[in-house]
């Protein structure tokens, strides 16, 4: 398996040469959250992140109060101040009861969100069903696990898994740690571009 980490400003300032001397190849960023919260440091963890050899992605925290419209409008505004090329499918964050697949489903139809990276527990999933997207193919999920763990749940189809947190060198709180299911040539092929 391949190791990651999520961030957002929780984190605060990051120093991402020392987080990529640590071993992390790849990094989800948050990017936004409803249809309001732009991440503030969003775009300085993606450029320093990639600048360090960091493979990225982008997230949005899903709500279920907001229009899906207006939640993809801000996601989109973020990524248009960074180089996407290379970078990882966009992931849906999805912790908050209530959402459908219905609304996963608009958030695609939505454009940002061609095969997206669907983040939610396994409650959530198997509240949702069997994910698939809209050409009725299997969505990649990233499986959280919010508890730590030595290995992730081996009968889920996961493509990533967070396996719970920890310090890393270079941040300093601690920082949701993942893996990718693959080679790093496997996660390359999932980039865009």
């Not at 990276?117 to 997207?133: E, P």
């Not at 709180?173 to 040539?185: E, L, P, R």
Request: net charge negative.
């Amino acid at each position: 398996m391949i190791p990651g980490i999520d961030v957002s400003s929780y984190q605060g300032r990051i120093d991402w040469a020392q987080v990529a001397k640590s071993g992390v190849q790849f990094a989800f960023i948050k990017a936004s959250e409803g249809a309001h919260l732009r991440d503030m440091y969003f775009k300085m963890n993606w450029t320093e992140a990639r600048r360090n050899g960091i493979i990225v992605g982008a997230y949005h925290y899903l709500s279920t109060i907001e229009p899906a419209m207006y939640q993809a409008n801000v996601f989109k505004s973020q990524l248009l101040n960074v180089d996407t090329s290379g970078s990882l499918p966009n992931v849906l964050d999805i912790e908050q009861q209530g959402i459908t697949a219905s609304l996963i489903d608009q958030w695609i139809e939505l454009g940002q969100f061609q095969n997206p990276i669907v983040y939610l527990d396994r409650f959530m999933a198997t509240t949702l069903g069997i994910l698939k997207g809209s050409d009725n193919t299997p969505l990649k999920l990233w499986l959280a696990e919010y508890e730590p763990a030595v290995t992730p749940v081996p009968d889920w189809p996961w493509t990533f898994w967070q396996s719970g947190w920890a310090r890393k060198p270079g941040i300093q709180t601690a920082c949701d740690i993942d893996w990718f299911d693959g080679s790093i040539k496997d996660l390359r092929a999932l980039c865009t571009g």
